[in-house]
């Protein structure tokens, strides 16, 4: 059974920085790309950045590039985002996800197992 769980959402000022964190079993990781998608209210779910597992290779949504860093470490089953330089217009749920799938693919309905979100506010 796939489980995926994100962690480390929360309340931040303008400038700020957060990390969240997801942890993921029941994959053969190395066939997956794992990502990070947000959904603010009332807008369509958008995809931020992902990355391969067997690789390492990245790829940014434009909006976050030279702030948000994804990455992974493969002893933990575990992607990060670190989230840097952080906007009101970040603010968001934050979703992480898992596709048998190459990550330079930014579609959503590729990502078959999803995480429960978590929670980002940038205050101004």
């Known amino acids: 059974q796939v489980q995926v769980v994100e962690s480390g959402g929360g309340l931040v000022q303008a400038g700020g920085s957060l990390r969240l964190s997801c942890t993921a079993s029941?994959?053969?990781?190395?066939?997956?790309?794992m990502g990070w998608f947000r959904q603010a209210p009332g807008k369509e779910r958008e995809f931020v950045a992902a990355?391969?597992?067997?690789?390492?290779?990245?790829y940014y949504a434009d909006s976050v590039k030279g702030r948000l860093t994804i990455s992974r470490d493969n002893a933990k089953n575990t992607e990060y985002l670190q989230m840097n330089s952080l906007k009101p217009e970040d603010t968001a749920v934050y979703y992480c996800?898992?596709?048998?799938?190459?990550?330079?693919?930014?579609?959503?309905?590729?990502?078959?197992?999803w995480g429960q979100g978590t929670q980002v506010t940038v205050s101004a």
């Open positions: 029941g994959l053969s990781f190395s066939r997956f790309a």
């Open positions: 996800a898992a596709a048998l799938a190459r990550a330079r693919d930014p579609r959503v309905q590729l990502y078959e197992y």
């Open positions: 990355i391969n597992w067997s690789d390492g290779s990245t």
